[in-house]
C-alpha cells in the first residue's frame, strides 16, 4: 500500500472525520510513517483548538490552513533522506568489503611472525 496514495485519509482519520477502511487501519498500525503522519495531524488539530479558544478564527480560514499544509509537496524531502539512506547503506557496504578483503592478509601476516 502507497502510503503517499492514501494521506488524506489518514488524515481525515486523524481528524475523526472518517473511520477509514479495515485495510487502512492495519496498515496504520504498522506503518511507522503513517503513525508519524496521523500523530503529526493530530498535534496541528490540538494547536489550531488551542488557539481557537484564544484567537477569534474567521470561517473558513481553519480549513483553508489545512488544505494548504495537505498542498506541501514532501517528495523532495522523502527522496532525499532515502538518498541518504542508500548513501550511508553503500558506506557499510564499501567499510565491510574492505575489512573483510583485509582480513586474509592480517591472518599471513600472524602466522609469518
Known amino acids: 500500500m502507497l502510503c503517499d496514495r492514501n494521506q488524506r485519509q489518514i488524515r481525515a482519520m486523524a481528524r475523526g472525520e ?10 496504520v498500525r504498522h506503518c511507522l510513517r503513517c503513525q508519524a503522519e496521523m500523530s503529526r495531524e493530530r498535534r496541528i488539530q490540538r494547536e489550531l483548538h488551542a488557539l481557537r479558544n484564544e ?9 483553508h490552513i489545512l488544505e494548504s499544509i495537505e498542498a506541501v509537496d514532501r517528495r523532495p524531502i522523502i527522496a532525499q533522506r532515502q538518498r541518504s539512506k542508500v548513501a ?25 611472525s
Open 18 to 27: 472518517t473511520i477509514g477502511a479495515t485495510k487502512l487501519r492495519q496498515h
Open 88 to 112: 550511508g547503506l553503500c558506506a557499510l557496504g564499501v567499510a565491510l568489503a574492505l575489512g573483510l578483503s583485509s582480513l586474509p592478509t592480517r591472518r599471513r601476516a600472524v602466522q609469518a
Open 55 to 63: 484567537i477569534p478564527v474567521p470561517d473558513g480560514l481553519n480549513n
